[in-house]
């Protein structure tokens, strides 16, 4: 069961870490973001949630 989480985290991770490369290198599909998905849509936060999955994965599988 953790580990069904923590491959979730991975790809969530992933794809808000491409999400906020395409707002960042593409900064006219901003527009197409709701705002208040923005700050979830970023690189950061796409990171932050890679590694938790990971960590959970690497730790807890």
Known sequence: ???AI???LVFGGVSAFL???VR???PSTDRFFPNDMK???AMR???Y???AGVVL???FA
């Open 1 to 3: 069961m953790i580990a």
């Open 6 to 8: 923590g491959v979730l």
């Open 19 to 21: 999400l906020g490369a």
């Open 24 to 26: 960042y290198f593409f």
């Open 39 to 41: 700050r979830f849509f």
């Open 45 to 47: 936060t796409g990171v």
């Open 49 to 51: 949630i890679f590694l």
């Open 57 to 59: 994965l690497r730790f």
